[in-house]
């Protein structure tokens, strides 16, 4: 069982900079494939980006494409999202979410395909 904690949300400015980061425990975290969510209000939860279990390998939303940046860290246990050039339309609560290797391979973006979920940290952003 993994448990992910999330922080660094906040509110910012348009055009501003927020780092998000996500802590595991509980599991071995180099094993699991990582991603970022978001649900703005009255909308469904979306895939934001991804990351393989090594690294190697990262796909994002065409919306934060360019302007956001996911990184693992899988000596601390820790995932990263930078995100630079924040929009209004950013504003949501953004998950971390774990999801154990098996087949299929690969980055997936589907709600129902990962398996672990941190409980959100809330990110504003005006104009």
């Known amino acids: 069982q993994v448990q992910l904690v999330e922080s660094g949300g906040g509110l910012v400015q348009a055009g501003g900079s927020l780092r998000l980061s996500c802590a595991a425990s509980?599991?071995?975290?180099?094993?699991?494939?990582m991603a970022w969510f978001r649900q703005a209000p009255g909308k469904e939860r979306e895939f934001v980006a991804g990351?393989?279990?090594?690294?190697?390998?990262?796909y994002y939303a065409d919306s934060v494409e360019g302007r956001f940046t996911i990184s693992r860290d899988n000596a601390k246990n820790t995932l990263s999202l930078q995100m630079n050039s924040l929009k209004p339309e950013d504003t949501a609560v953004y998950y971390c979410?774990?999801?154990?290797?098996?087949?299929?391979?690969?980055?997936?973006?589907?709600?129902?395909?990962?398996?672990?979920w941190g409980q959100g940290t809330q990110v504003t952003v005006s104009s």
């Open positions: 979410a774990a999801r154990r290797a098996r087949i299929p391979i690969g980055i997936r973006t589907a709600n129902d395909e990962y398996d672990f």
């Open positions: 509980g599991g071995t975290f180099s094993t699991y494939t």
């Open positions: 990351i393989s279990w090594i690294g190697g390998s990262t």
